[in-house]
RNA sequence: GCGGGGGUCGCCGAGCCAGGUCAAAGGCGUAGGCUUCAGGAGCCUAUCCCGCAGGGGUUCGUGGGUUCGAAUCCCACCCCCCGCACCA
């Protein structure tokens, strides 16, 4: 075992004796709970969990030392389909799959066997997962642990959704899915061989009539186009059926019959003809009563939605193309017993004003853009930019009986509803493109009937939503407005499935509640499960009433617990633990949950709990890249947490992580910067450690104070940082930046023996104990400081060490070596003698008067030279003092506004001692002699006259 | 298409909301030096261009605009990433 294993190892057991982490109620302290969504079963944990959980753990560690008594529970998602479809991989034997859990998950081949059982593929996980919990150092109460099909948890679900049915938030209806026929049941993405992302699309049909009891049902996404129809197209060569639909007799494609029956619709067919026996055939438009013949179109798909295709050449390039092309070829029309002279005496009838275009957009296009014919691809391109144009920016026009003046996109909608509520129009789904299950089977669209809904679409429950949003935290801020666009844009949601683990639904037999919608604020259940489990209290005892009481305090007490044969105190001890403990005040996902699981956590609560229970904090951050791409366990860039902590220990897998990105960005995990950071760690270890027992030197010079000053600055940021969970930041200066200031103070000081390093060393292993837990603990102990660093106190910025005076005078001598720097390599000189001249003290007597006027806002050198003139001391300086007052002002204005303030207040800074103190340091940084003198000194060395172009904060130099 | 987030000096990334402090933090990489038996680690220095004196020039996706002054504000455009549902 490495030395880094072995002490990770020691910690977590001495955590794990004391208890650390386990947080009980305590009326003293304030309570923190946090949360993170449990992770889904069916793999290991990754490095993308660990990011996210990382960013936790470091909050709750960072609020824990503040003496906030801080609870992080965890548990595991089991409910849904990918665990049995996982493991049915397995039971089937598919290479492939097994192939990538022995070689990335790492699972052992006794295991693997055993995996033909979902529950005990489950359970593998979640104890590999338990252990690299663990071992990556996250600080959790163990004991709230649970698995959601374990009956308690059930039992706590039922309770939810009988309660959100009994408000009215959950209801029945129906919904297109794409359906597997085989399988019999919807084909999400992830069950697809083809057609990722393919979802169904509603056409309107509008139901022309062949005769007075016979309709042609056209498919259309544009019904508004009934006012410009010319013909209809029929593919003569497919077969069509006459067919009862719904007790209507329709004519539409073989393939649409089928697929109608899927769709809530009653189908009998009665007969089967070809499209050619349509042709030449009349058809009435039933808004305009007007009648148009039926033409051969073999562009028309019999398996997109009916097969019947209305004509609008006006408007549609297709519909012009064809009917072009028909006109060019009488003999085809002669063959279906048209006469031609009909065929050419059709004409497009114009319905759309859009702007840009004449009276028939269709036709302009198709020559613009040099479209051939109807089988050319640009036809396809010309439609949809049409489509998009006419959609966006069209106006019906005075053919469209009521609806002329409207804009298409303000009409569509209300036109559908019309048509469809005076009998004309019906719709039906189809998917734009072919979808195919794992299964090799076709999909179809099928309407769910009988479908249980959460009605996310319900106003009231929306503006609650919105009002928790407003009244909480969101990191980082920008993430609030997606949450409102995503209340905004949900409708309901199916909440129930027919396979898959869950909890069953307390009222619909075979529904079992969908995996989304069973996990959106079971945060509450932690707080009880304690006790659920330290009593071993027995499923049957959760009643609704039991529930009821303890997260609404509804009812009488002593009656629920006799009802439910659970004693009072338990009852009541979970009342009393789940009020103290909620809500939760903080809980962090990845950005993908925005949309769905977090949008649900935040409706449920407010469906079920009182306001003062709603969410405090929600934190948001990016996904997780592996070496810049996107992390895929089959595609090989799949990282394991268990694998990252093994390889690179915790604290620099969780180190590596946090750098890595924070807000919504999304965090690189590049291995080389992991390593980096191990032997960082390592180095800082020893560093902090021999700092700490080489301390002897009591003296506390200014260089001390210095270093003290600028580590209250650092703890401001750090903890500023943290309580925004901008946790890169946070580390970033405490780690990085703290070190840098250890450094400048060793290279100026030239060793590092003295007591206050120490003091600095402690505040600094605290700053970074959240980050690195067991190196800080490590270091805690090696310098003998009493207790677990783990719940140490949180330094705290004090004012009184913040020392103006020694950062000023380290301020004055960074500027002068830069300055110097500058010269050095502006002449190529290798310096071997360097002298400064500061300057003269009636100088600083006009700086001071400069500085005081930028104080009060705007410098008027008028001003100025008014209370110059009237100093006495400076009379003699007059001429020279009106040179150099645009030179400060110039200078002043580079300075920034905090150092303007800090060089006001430490006034009076004698430079000259600076620089001399400082002689053998500035010797060694330029490797070069050094002398300092005064611009008033009468015995100066100043060959080139440099020394009166000093002023104050930046002395003249002299190199040779 | 709709919604959300972005494009910064080799890379990763701060800065942008509250304009001047910005040639722009920090880390990484690279180069040189010190240390070391050597390697690694550590430490120091440099790292947009020009400059024999602390200065100048050109930069923050592109093009305009506001302003004494823009990486930051406004407008238009281009490009990238994520989500769009019954699925975790």
């Known amino acids: 075992m490495s030395q880094t294993k072995q002490t990770e190892e020691k910690w977590l057991r001495y955590w794990e004796a004391a208890h650390l982490f386990e947080a009980d109620p305590d009326p003293e302290r304030k309570k923190l709970l946090v949360t993170f969504p449990y992770p889904y079963m069916n793999g290991p944990l990754h490095v993308g969990h660990a990011f996210t959980a990382t960013r936790v753990d470091v909050y709750a560690r960072f609020k824990r030392m503040q003496g906030y008594n801080v ?35 790492g699972v052992p081949e006794a295991e693997l066997k055993k995996f033909a059982d979902p529950l005990y593929m489950a359970q593998y996980y979640t104890n590999e997962g338990r252990a690299a919990a ?76 062949l005769d007075e009891r016979t309709f042609l049902p056209a498919a259309t996404f544009r019904p508004e186009t009934i006012y410009g129809v010319t013909n209809m197209w029929i593919n003569p060569d497919a077969t069509y059926v006459e067919a009862a639909v719904d007790q209507e007799n329709w004519i539409i494609s073989q393939e649409a019959a089928e697929k109608l029956r899927e769709q809530e619709k009653k189908v009998e067919i009665k007969r089967a003809l070809k499209g050619r026996e349509l042709i030449g055939k009349t058809f009435t438009n039933p808004i305009t009563k007007a009648k148009f013949p039926i033409l051969p179109g073999w562009f028309v798909d019999p398996k997109q939605a009916t097969g019947v295709v209305y004509s609008v050449p006006a408007h549609a390039p297709y519909d ?151 009244g909480m935290k969101v990191f980082p801020q920008t993430a609030s407005s997606w949450f409102i666009a995503v209340i905004d844009w949900l409708k309901e949601w199916a909440c129930a499935r027919t396979t898959g683990f869950g909890t069953p639904l307390p009222w619909g037999k075979g529904w079992i ?44 007490p002593p009656a629920i617990s006799e009802n439910a044969g659970l004693h009072l105190d338990k009852l009541n ?30 409706f449920h609560h407010v469906a079920l709990f009182p306001r003062n229970l709603w969410p405090r904090a ?67 270890r020893k560093f902090a450690h021999d700092i700490c027992s080489s301390a002897k030197n009591e003296k506390v010079g200014h260089l001390e104070k210095w270093l003290l000053s600028r580590l209250q600055k650092r703890i401001t940021t750090v903890s500023e940082s943290l309580e925004e969970l901008k946790t890169r930041t946070a580390l970033q200066v405490a780690f990085f930046e703290t070190w840098n200031d250890f450094r400048w103070y060793i290279q100026r000081n030239g060793k590092a023996d003295a007591v206050a390093l120490r003091e600095a060393s402690q505040i600094w292993i605290r700053l970074l104990a959240p980050f690195a837990p067991f190196t800080c603990e490590e270091l805690w102990n090696s310098i003998g400081a009493k207790g677990f660093v783990s719940l140490a106190k949180w330094p705290k910025t004090e004012e009184q060490m913040i020392d103006l005076a020694a950062e000023e005078n380290e301020a004055l001598l960074t500027d002068l070596i830069d300055d110097t720097l500058n010269v050095v390599r502006a002449t190529k000189i290798t310096p071997r003698h360097i002298f400064y001249y500061t300057a003269a003290s009636w100088k600083h007597r006009v700086y001071k008067i400069v500085l005081d006027k930028a104080k009060a806002g705007e410098i008027l050198m008028g001003e100025i030279m008014k209370t ?45 001692r600076v620089f001399t103190e400082a002689l053998s340091f500035l010797r060694e940084r330029f ?32 190199i040779e």
């Open 71 to 105: 609870l992080w529970p965890w548990s595991w998602h089991w409910t849904g389909q990918p665990l049995l479809a996982a493991s049915n991989r397995v039971k089937k034997g598919d290479e492939i799959y097994i192939r990538l859990l022995r070689e990335v998950d």
């Open 868 to 912: 110059v003139s009237a100093d006495p001391e400076l009379k003699p300086h007059m001429k020279d003092a009106a040179a150099l007052i645009p030179r400060l002002i110039k200078t002043l204005n580079k300075i920034p506004q905090e150092r303007k303030r800090s060089i006001i207040r430490t006034e009076g800074i004698n430079e000259n």
């Open 320 to 470: 012009w193309l064809a009917l072009k092309d028909l006109q060019g070829k009488p003999d085809i029309s002669a063959e279906f017993g048209i006469d031609p002279k009909i065929v050419q005496q059709i004409t497009p009838v114009s319905l759309i004003t859009l702007e840009g275009y004449g009276r028939f957009p269709a036709v302009e296009i198709v020559q613009q853009m040099g479209v051939k014919d109807q089988h050319d691809p640009k036809a396809e391109e010309a439609t949809k930019e049409l489509y998009k144009k006419e959609f966006h920016g069209g106006i019906l026009n005075e053919s469209c009986g009521p609806y002329s003046g409207k804009t298409v996109r303000d009409i569509k909608d209300v036109l559908i509803r019309d048509f469809k509520s005076a009998g004309v129009a019906d719709s039906m789904y189809d998917l734009p493109q072919s979808v195919v299950c794992r299964c090799m089977t076709p999909c179809v669209v099928k309407v769910l009937s009988d479908q249980w809904f959460l009605n996310y679409s319900n106003d009231e429950w929306k503006a609650k939503a919105k009002e928790a949003v407003a």
């Open 134 to 209: 663990r071992a990556i150092g996250f600080s959790i109460d163990w004991r709230r642990e649970f698995t959601t099909v374990m009956p308690t948890y059930q039992k706590f679900i039922e309770w939810q959704y009988t309660n959100l049915r009994e408000q009215g938030y959950v209801s029945k209806g129906t919904h297109p899915v794409v359906w597997c026929p085989k399988d019999k049941s919807p084909t999400g993405d992830h069950d697809r061989q083809i057609g990722e992302g393919v979802t169904p699309e509603e056409y309107i049909l509008i139901k022309y009539q």
């Open 513 to 556: 509640i969908e995996t989304l919608s069973d996990s959106t604020v079971y945060m509450a259940f932690y707080t009880i499960n304690k006790h659920i489990r330290q009593h071993g209290i027995k499923p049957e005892a959760l009643t609704r009433e039991v529930f009821d009481y303890i997260f609404l305090g509804k009812g009488d």
């Open 618 to 684: 929600i934190g948001v951050n990016g996904m997780l890249l592996i070496e810049g791409k996107q992390m895929h366990k089959s595609k090989g860039n799949f990282i394991t947490m268990k694998g990252a902590v093994e390889r690179y220990g915790a604290d620099a897998t969780r180190c590596a992580l946090l750098l890595g990105a924070e807000e919504m960005d999304d965090p690189d995990w590049r291995s080389d910067n992991a390593l980096d950071l191990k032997s960082k760690l390592e180095s800082w």
């Open 927 to 958: 490797n070069s002699e050094i002398t300092v003198f005064s611009e008033e000194d009468k015995e100066k060395f100043d060959p080139k006259k440099r020394a009166q172009l000093a002023i104050p904060a930046q002395p003249a130099i002299y």
């Open 573 to 602: 001890g979970m009342r009393e633990e789940f009020l103290y403990w909620y809500p939760f005040d903080l809980r962090v996902s990845a950005k993908e949950l925005v949309p769905n699981h977090l949008t649900f956590c935040i």
